[in-house]
Every structure is written in C-alpha cells, then in structure tokens.
C-alpha cells in the first residue's frame, strides 16, 4: 500500500464549479499535509500547508484534513482556467525530512 | 513563498556524456535538499536526499555512481548524470526544505539523444 493515495483523474470542470480533490493516507504518523500545484513542464508550487487535523482557507482555496479517517481534501471556489493543473497532495512526519507525495490529479477548468 | 532556482531549465546532451544540473535556494538557507525525478503523468519519485557537507543518502533503486549529488554549500546542490543514457530523459526537479516546508525549483528536461 502507498503511503499517499491520490486519485489521478483527469477532472473537468466547468469554470466558477466548487472543486474537490482528495487524498487518503496509512501512516498515523504523518502530522504536516501540503498541497502542491503543478503546470506543465514546471515544478511543483506549494499551495497550502496544514498541521494536524482541521481547516485552513486561503482566498478560494481551502485544505481541510482529517487525521481520525487519515482523509486529506483540497476544495477550491468559483474555478477558474487558470486553476488548470495538476494538484499532488503530500504528507510526512517530524524528523524525516521526506515528502511521501501522491500521484496527483490532473484538474482542467472549461471556460 | 521562498524560491528556489535551477539551472539550465532544459539540456539535450549524446548518449554516454555527463550532464550537471545546478540546484539554488535563492532567499534562504537550506540545510537539506531533495532531488526528484517525474515521468509523464506521473508523480514525483524521490532519488536522493542531500544534507550540506555530508553525502547523500540514497532512494533505493537509485544508482549513487550514475546520480552524483553534491551539496557543497546551504544554498547550492548539484546533480550530475554520469555517462547518461536515454533512458534518463526526464524531467528532473530538486526542492530545499525549509523547516516544515519544501520548496521546488522549476525542474530541468534533460533529453539524451
């Protein structure tokens, strides 16, 4: 079993469509959750980062994680075009540096 | 967010020659940083971690004597593909941890011919 599940779609959307992206995750100990975006040929960007279990907003998108159902989710508000990526969730625990990433979803925003 | 920079963004280079690839943070000091390889559609597979003046530590799998990785000083890592193969075209992509955070540079396509 992988220690970051992700669901690597692909996703369309219409644009202004609430969006929700999901991950789940084994190892209980992980205690940081990043969500990264990617366009094509470029690198990951990091786009919200969480600790522990909870809600964080941050303009329209908000990162939400629950540790009890080890369930990560990203949702983002009023699509746009531009939110067209791939979004790869991320975990890891104190102490061991790594980033344990999922496969990514590739999410395509129709105008 | 801190930036991290990488150097060339793109390099074709012929079979059986070397090829180094330059990792920056640019605002900020990285003890450790991390270099990732990502085929198409694919995710981000970690091949080594690298730590300011001490060797790196290795993924499994990953050849050490093909992936030379240096980290000389807290805002440089360099890696070089050894006697590069097709097979290592990619795009490579390194990241510099900050605390709780990584932070990813804009990768590099390597295509070997």
């Known amino acids: 079993q992988k220690e970051v599940e992700q669901d690597p779609g692909p996703l369309s959307v219409p644009e202004g469509a609430i969006v929700s992206l999901n991950c789940t995750y084994s190892n209980s100990a992980f205690q940081y959750f990043m969500w990264y975006r990617q366009y094509s040929r470029k690198g990951p960007e990091l786009l919200m980062y969480t600790y522990s279990s909870g809600n964080k907003e941050d303009g329209r998108f908000t990162a939400q994680v629950d540790k009890s159902s080890k369930y990560i989710s990203l949702f983002i508000r009023d699509s746009q075009p531009s939110d067209s990526a791939t979004y790869l969730c991320a975990a890891y625990q104190t102490g061991a540096n790594n980033l344990f990433f999922g496969t990514g979803t590739r999410l395509t925003v129709i105008p | 967010g801190a930036v991290v920079s990488q150097h060339p963004s793109r390099v074709i280079c012929k079979s059986g020659t070397s090829v180094k690839i330059e990792c920056r943070s640019l605002?900020?000091?990285?003890?450790?940083m991390f270099w990732y390889r990502q085929f198409p559609k694919k995710s981000l597979m970690l091949m080594a971690t690298?730590?300011?003046?001490?060797?790196?530590?290795?993924e499994q799998g990953v050849e050490k004597d093909k992936f030379l990785i240096n980290h000389a000083s807290l805002t440089l890592s360099t890696l070089t593909v050894t006697s590069a193969h097709p097979e290592d075209s990619s795009f490579y992509i390194c990241s510099a941890s900050s605390a709780a955070e990584q932070y990813f540079g804009p990768g590099t396509r390597l295509t070997v011919t």
């Open positions: 690298s730590n300011e003046g001490s060797k790196a530590t290795y």
């Open positions: 605002d900020f000091q990285a003890t450790t």
